[in-house]
C-alpha cells in the first residue's frame, strides 16, 4: 500500500469549499446532523518543557529541526489519498515555537507535539497570536505562551485536499472566535483548524451523511509490527481515533475499531 500512496496524486473535487464565516454550508444534505463539543482527548495540558518527551539532547530550548518518535498513518477514500503522515514521504521535524514564528504566514495549519498527546493544531494569525479550540472554546493565544515549551510544524499539506486561499482561512478562523460548548461543532482542534484550511463539512460532528459505498481507511505504520488497517465511516470518526491512538496505548485502541493487519 505504500507504493499506492506515491501513485495517487490526483483528487477529485466534487464539492467546492466553502469560506462562508458562519460555519453553515449553504443548500447542503444534513441528516441527523447534531453540534456539540466533545472534550473526551487531548487538549494541551500544563505539563512542563520537562514533560514533553524530549531529551537532553533535544530540549524545549532549542531551535530545531530535530525528529520525535511518532505513529506515522496514511489515510484513504474511495481509493484516493486524503491524509499522508508518512516520514518517507515528507519532513516531519519540529521546530521550537520561536523558530516556527519565523516560517509562518497568516493561514498556515500549526501542530504542536507531545509525548503521550494528542497533537494540538490552530490556525496562525499574525505576530505570535493563532486561533484554535481549546477546552471547549475556539480562543486567540500567544503561540510562544500556549505552546509552554511544545515544539511545532507547519503542516499545510497533511491533509490532502484543496485549500481555502488564506484571507477565506482567516475569516473562517476569526469569525468563530468566543465560540464555547454547545455552539461548537467540532471535536477537537484538528478538526476546527483543518476545517478552517479547506472548508470541508466532513471535519464537523455530524457533518456528512453515512454511506455503504463512502468508507475511510486508516493505516496506522507500526514500527516492528507491520501496517494496520482501520475502517470508518466518516472522516470525523477516522480523526478521532487517530487521536486517540497518538495520545495512548495504540493497540488497545486498534483492537476497539473494525482493522486489520496487512
Not at 530535530?66 to 486524503?82: L, T
Not at 481549546?134 to 503561540?143: A, C, F, M, Q
Not at 514500527?223 to 477516522?238: K, N, P, Q, W, Y
Amino acid at each position: 500500500m505504500g507504493n499506492q500512496l506515491d501513485r495517487i496524486t490526483h483528487l477529485n473535487y466534487s464539492e467546492l469549499p466553502t469560506g462562508d464565516p458562519s460555519g453553515l454550508e449553504k443548500d447542503e444534505l444534513r441528516v441527523g446532523v447534531a453540534y456539540f463539543f466533545s472534550d473526551e482527548e487531548e487538549e494541551v495540558d500544563d505539563r512542563t518543557p520537562s514533560d514533553c518527551g524530549f531529551t537532553k539532547d533535544h530540549s524545549p530550548a532549542e531551535e530545531g529541526p530535530f525528529s520525535v518518535s511518532e505513529v506515522e498513518y496514511s489515510a484513504f477514500c474511495s481509493q484516493e489519498c486524503i491524509f499522508s503522515k508518512l516520514r518517507e514521504n515528507e519532513d516531519l521535524n519540529v521546530y521550537s515555537a520561536k523558530t516556527l514564528l519565523t516560517m509562518c504566514k497568516p493561514g498556515d495549519l500549526l501542530e504542536l507535539v507531545a509525548t503521550a498527546q494528542a497533537p494540538h493544531w490552530a490556525i496562525y494569525e499574525q505576530d505570535d497570536r493563532v486561533i484554535h479550540l481549546h477546552k471547549g472554546e475556539i480562543r486567540k493565544d500567544s503561540l510562544l505562551e500556549f505552546s509552554n515549551g511544545r515544539h511545532g510544524r507547519i503542516v499545510n499539506n497533511r491533509y490532502r485536499y484543496r485549500p481555502l486561499p488564506p484571507d477565506l482561512v482567516m475569516q473562517n478562523a476569526v469569525g468563530h472566535l468566543g465560540l464555547s460548548s454547545e455552539e461548537i461543532c467540532w471535536t477537537n482542534s484538528e478538526s476546527f483548524a483543518a476545517w478552517c484550511r479547506f472548508g470541508k463539512r466532513e471535519f464537523k460532528a455530524g457533518g456528512e451523511a453515512h454511506s455503504a459505498e463512502q468508507q475511510y481507511f486508516l493505516k496506522v505504520h507500526l514500527i516492528g509490527s507491520g501496517v494496520h488497517t482501520l475502517v470508518f465511516r466518516s472522516l470525523e470518526d477516522m480523526i478521532r481515533e487517530r487521536r486517540r491512538v497518538d495520545a495512548s496505548g495504540i493497540l488497545k485502541e486498534l483492537s476497539l475499531v473494525n482493522g486489520g493487519k496487512e
